[in-house]
């Protein structure tokens, strides 16, 4: 797992924080550079006057790696425990005030090791989280996926998706797009507005819950969780 954090310097009068997590396998992965460029234009745009009066807001990003967690998701998965590091992970996703969450497109769809991350967390970990959903792939073909696959599945979890979605094929590395759609970094700067407005007024940190907390009704004798 890779967390890195970055607060900005010229703070403001309050800080949010992001996780970013990203599913690329290779190192470097074009699935990181997407997210990094999304949590440094999200990151710009909070410290932004938001144009209605409101404070300029700094940012404390951190990133979650899952290819280094690949082996300790699969064990989840097998055992229904944690291990440190991955709890570490779920702890600050389930903490924070926004997320970016991206991955490579793979046979249409969201990558394994990405489903297989969601699946380990608690059904609740993002609700109320918004959620700015971004993903790549060598062709143009796949960009719907993050409508048809990835949006529903953040949807059922009861994040709150903004409506811009950004897919960048390998073709969309240096170009700057037609007059209809834009090139990839107005659609970057343009998901990061809609995220960062989301940011500003959530409370979401100040009510989080405890990830690992049982739920109500669970007995270890029978009923609820029994099984």
Not at 124 to 150: I, K
Not at 215 to 227: E, H, K, L, N, T
Request: glycine letters at 10%; charged letters at 20%; aromatic letters at 6%.
């Amino acid at each position: 797992m890779s967390i890195d954090s970055n607060v900005q310097p010229e703070l403001r009068t309050d800080v949010r924080r992001i996780t970013v997590v990203s599913a690329g396998l290779s190192q470097p992965s074009s699935t990181r550079l997407l997210a990094d460029r999304l949590a440094g234009a999200t990151v710009k745009r909070l410290a932004d006057d938001d144009g209605a009066g409101g404070p300029r807001i700094g940012a404390e990003v951190h990133v979650i790696e899952l290819r280094d967690l690949a082996q300790d998701i699969t064990n989840n998965l097998l055992t229904g425990f944690a291990a440190p590091k991955l709890a570490a992970a779920i702890e600050q996703l389930t903490a924070s005030d926004g997320a970016i969450f991206v991955t490579p497109i793979f046979t249409t769809s969201y990558s394994g090791l990405f489903k297989s991350f969601i699946d380990v967390l608690d059904p609740d970990a993002l609700t109320g989280l918004p959620v700015l959903l971004g993903a790549t792939g060598g062709t143009e073909r796949h960009s719907l996926a993050l409508e048809y696959a990835m949006r529903p599945l953040f949807s059922y979890l009861h994040a709150v998706v903004p409506p811009t979605t950004v897919y960048a094929a390998s073709s969309d590395w240096g170009s700057t797009g037609d007059a209809s759609t834009g090139g990839l970094p107005e659609r970057i700067d343009r998901a990061a507005g809609e995220l960062a407005a989301l940011v500003r007024v959530t409370d979401r940190s100040g009510r989080v819950r405890d990830p690992f907390a049982l739920p109500a009704g669970f007995s270890p004798v029978g009923g609820f969780g029994a099984q």
